[in-house]
C-alpha cells in the first residue's frame, strides 16, 4: 500500500500536458498530475508528475560520502522518494531518460562514472510491524522475497554460488529460516557482486520502524538482536559492498544496532550539508504556487506548514505543502488544516504528555504559547530508553518534528537548544492531543466528578469554583486560547454525567445560553454562562456580568416552562488556570 511519507517535490492537478501555460496578468498554470499515492522516482517521471528537483542530492552525496551513511529525518519528508531516486540513478539497467532535464544530467563526468554502473539493493522497512515477533518476522520475510522476486534471474545463473541460489530460493518461496532470513541482505549482496562483478550499493529505508512497533508491542529485545545481525552482516566490513544509504527517523544509538560498524557517516536534522534536500524551501514553494496560480495562499502555507529548521536551512514539510495545494485546486477557498494528524508518530505526543509531570505541563503550555523553552537534545537513542527520562522526551519531539530549533540557534555547537513549536499545523496538533489526553484523565478521576456534579446539582458555588480550579490547575491549558477553550473543557467535564441532559448553544428566552443542564429527575435545571478574563481583576466582575446577562436574556425561561422544582444561574469566568463562580438560585414553577 503506498503512503504518503514520499510526496516531495512535486505538484499537480490534472494530466493536460507537459508544458506552462503563461495565464493572463502573468501568472503560471502548471497542467501536470498531482501524484497523491505516488511514491517512487520513476513513477513520477514517467508518468508526467510535478517534480521539484532535488537531484543535485546525488553528487553531494558522492562528493561527502562514507561507506555507511545515515539519514534521520521526520516522517512525510521525502526518505523514501529520495531513496528511490538514487536507486534509479545508480542501478545497471535503468533508464536514464527519467533524468532528462534535470540538475544531475548538468554534471557529465560524475554521469559517465557513476549512472547505471552498480548493481542495487533496496529495501522498504515501513511495514514491518507485527502484534508479536513471529508476526513482524513473517512481514520481514516477506519483503525480502519481493526484492528476490525483482532479482530472480540471479537464481538462475551459473555465476553465482549454487548454495547461495538454494538460500535466494528459499527467500524467495518465504521458505527461509531465521539465520538465513537474519543473513539475507549479505547473501543478495554477495550473489549481486558475483553477477555483476561490481559491488553493491545498499539502501535501506525506514530502517527504524521495526523496532518502533516492537518497542509498543513488547518484544523490542528480540527484534533489536535480529535487527544487529541483519544489518551487521551487511554493513560490516563487507567486501560485496560500495556504499549503502540508511533511512529513519530517529538515530538509534550506535551500542544498540550498529554494533562494530565504525564506518557510519551520520546526517541529522542539525547538520547542514544535505539540509535542504529533505524539505520544500520558501523559493520552491513559491516557484509552487506561482505555477498554480495559487500565489494568494502564499501567507497561509508559510505560517501553517512552514518553520522547520533543518541544519541552516528553513523549510516546509512537502506533504502538507502537496495536500493543501491539492485541496485549493479543488476548491479556492479551502482553508488550512492539519494534514500530520493521521502519522503514526503523534502516538509520541499522547506518550509524553501521559508521563508529563508539573514541569513539562508548564513548559508545553509555553510552547502552545509561542515561547521557546531550553532542554538537552541527545540524538543518539534507543526505543527502549525514550521515557527513562524527560530529555530524551523532548529529543524525541524535537528529531520527529513536533518541535525545531528557535531560528536564532546553533544546531551543530549546543548541547542546550532552545526549541518551539515550528508552525500553527504542529500547534494545533498539540492542543488537540491535549484535549483527548485530559478527557482520558477525567475518565479516571471519578471522585472529583461525582464531588463537582454534586457541587452544582445542589447551588454552591463555592464548592464549584474550588473544585474546576482544582481541574484547571492539573491540566495543561494555553493562554491564548479565549473562552472556547473553557467551553470545550466544561462540556468535557460535564458529558460523563449520564442522568444529565446537556444542551450547548441552544436558543432560550432572548438569546442562545452557553449551557444548559436538565437533571433526568426533573428537580433541577441550570444555565451556565461562560467569561474569559483578559485579567485575574476581572474574574468576580464577569462572573456578575455573565449571571446578569442571562437573567436579563431569559435563558432560564424553558427550564421554567419545563417545570423543574430548582433553577439556577451560574456565571463561571476564566483566567489562565483560575477561575470564579457566582451561582444566582431561582424558583421554577411547581
Not at 49 to 60: G, N, Q
Not at 286 to 299: G, Q, R, V
Not at 388 to 393: F, G, I, P
Amino acid at each position: 500500500m503506498n503512503t504518503p511519507d514520499d510526496y516531495f517535490f512535486f505538484l499537480s492537478h490534472k494530466l493536460m500536458g507537459e508544458v506552462i501555460n503563461h495565464m493572463e496578468g502573468g501568472a503560471r498554470s502548471v497542467n501536470k498530475k498531482l501524484p497523491i499515492g505516488i511514491e517512487f522516482f520513476s513513477d513520477i517521471r514517467r508518468q508526467g508528475f510535478y517534480y521539484v528537483d532535488k537531484t543535485m542530492f546525488i553528487k553531494e552525496l558522492l562528493e561527502n560520502r562514507g561507506k555507511v551513511n545515515l539519514f534521520t529525518r521526520p516522517r512525510r519528508f521525502g526518505k523514501t522518494l529520495s531513496m528511490s531516486t538514487l536507486k534509479e540513478f545508480f542501478e545497471i539497467g535503468a533508464d536514464p531518460g527519467l533524468f532528462s532535464g534535470l540538475k544531475i544530467c548538468e554534471e557529465k563526468r560524475l554521469c559517465e562514472e557513476y549512472q547505471g554502473k552498480y548493481p542495487v539493493l533496496f529495501l522498504t522497512l515501513k511495514g514491518v510491524e507485527g502484534e508479536n515477533y513471529e508476526e513482524a518476522g513473517n512481514i520481514l520475510a516477506a519483503v525480502i522475497a519481493n526484492e528476490c522476486v525483482r532479482l530472480s534471474y540471479l537464481a538462475d545463473s551459473k555465476k553465482v554460488n549454487p548454495a547461495d541460489a538454494a538460500v535466494f530460493n528459499r527467500l524467495m518461496n518465504q521458505t527461509a529460516n531465521r539465520t538465513e532470513l537474519r543473513m539475507s541482505l549479505a547473501t543478495l549482496m554477495r550473489m549481486l557482486h558475483a553477477y555483476y562483478g561490481e559491488q553493491v550499493i545498499l539502501l535501506i529505508d525506514e530502517y527504524d520502524v521495526p523496532l518502533d512497533k516492537a518497542n509498543d508491542h513488547g518484544y523490542y529485545d528480540r527484534m533489536i538482536t535480529f535487527l544487529r545481525g541483519f544489518f551487521g552482516d551487511a554493513l560490516k566490513t563487507n567486501p560485496d559492498l560500495f556504499f549503502a544509504v540508511v533511512t529513519g527517523c530517529l538515530r538509534i544509538s550506535k551500542e544498540s544496532i550498529f554494533t562494530g560498524i565504525n564506518n557510519m557517516k551520520a546526517d541529522t536534522i542539525s547538520d547542514r550539508r544535505y539540509d535542504e534536500y529533505f524539505g520544500f524551501t520558501d523559493e520552491e514553494v513559491k516557484t509552487i504556487l506561482e505555477d498554480y496560480n495559487l500565489t494568494d495562499a502564499y501567507d497561509d502555507v508559510k505560517k501553517w506548514y512552514d518553520g522547520y529548521r533543518f541544519g541552516d536551512a528553513d523549510v516546509y514539510c512537502p506533504w502538507d505543502v502537496i495536500s493543501h495545494c491539492d485541496k485549493l485546486l479543488e476548491k479556492p477557498d479551502a482553508v488550512p488544516r492539519p494534514y500530520w494528524d493521521n502519522t503514526s508518530s503523534n502516538q509520541l505526543v499522547r506518550h509524553f504528555i501521559d508521563l508529563a509531570d508539573t514541569t513539562t505541563k508548564h513548559d508545553i503550555e509555553r510552547l502552545i504559547a509561542g515561547e521557546t523553552i531550553e532542554k538537552k537534545i541527545t540524538e543518539n537513542l534507543t526505543y527502549d530508553e525514550i521515557d527513562k527520562k524527560a530529555d530524551n522526551l523532548w529529543s524525541v519531539l524535537y528529531l520527529t518534528g513536533y518541535l525545531t530549533l528557535d531560528r536564532k540557534e546553533n544546531a551543530e555547537t549546543c548541547e542546550y537548544r532552545r526549541l518551539v513549536i515550528p508552525n500553527r499545523e504542529i500547534k494545533e496538533l498539540f492542543i488537540e492531543k491535549i484535549q483527548s489526553w485530559f478527557e482520558d484523565r477525567v475518565l479516571k478521576n471519578q471522585n472529583s466528578l461525582e464531588a463537582l456534579y454534586r457541587a452544582l446539582y445542589e447551588g454552591n458555588a463555592e464548592e464549584t469554583e474550588k473544585i474546576l480550579n482544582q481541574q484547571l490547575r492539573s491540566m495543561i491549558s494555553y493562554y491564548d486560547a479565549g473562552e472556547s477553550f473553557y467551553y470545550g473543557f466544561l462540556l468535557g467535564l460535564l458529558r460523563w454525567k449520564r442522568d444529565w441532559v446537556i444542551s450547548s448553544n441552544r436558543e432560550a428566552g432572548d438569546g442562545r445560553s452557553d449551557i444548559q443542564i436538565c437533571s433526568e429527575d426533573g428537580k433541577r435545571g441550570m444555565i451556565l454562562e461562560l467569561k474569559y478574563a483578559r485579567t485575574s481583576k476581572e474574574l468576580t466582575s464577569l462572573c456578575d456580568k455573565a449571571v446578569r446577562q442571562a437573567e436579563e436574556r431569559k435563558y432560564a425561561d424553558p427550564l421554567v416552562d419545563d417545570g423543574y422544582e430548582k433553577i439556577f444561574i451560574c456565571g463561571i469566568a476564566f483566567h489562565k488556570k483560575r477561575c470564579a463562580v457566582k451561582i444566582l438560585k431561582l424558583h421554577g414553577r411547581v
